[in-house]
């Protein structure tokens, strides 16, 4: 399972997406970055993360991830850090065959 996480909706610094796998960090960062006509995204292999910096894109990475991949949000919320910070999730499944196996990704809101 993996995540995509935003932790200052109010002060909203991009997202990181985690759990993809190396081929669909590829693809993600390529098409973000060519629809944004920027670098907006960048694979960090070593975290196994695609980490995006532009401000207000979480729900098009999401967006994006059911797109290209199949990915289906299957539950989202929301949470005060200690440090007060506003952190919003997604947690995201990949229908497979068979329909028994599902792989996950997840998204958090920076």
Known sequence: MGSLTAPHISKDEGCTVYGLKSEERATLVRELNSSFSAPIAVSVDSE???????????????????ALFGYDVVSHSMAMTNANRELLSFTMYKKSTPPTHKRGAAIVDL
Do not use: S
């Open 48 to 66: 196994r993360t695609v980490r995006i910096t532009q401000k207000g894109t979480t729900l098009v990475v999401v967006n994006r991830l059911h």
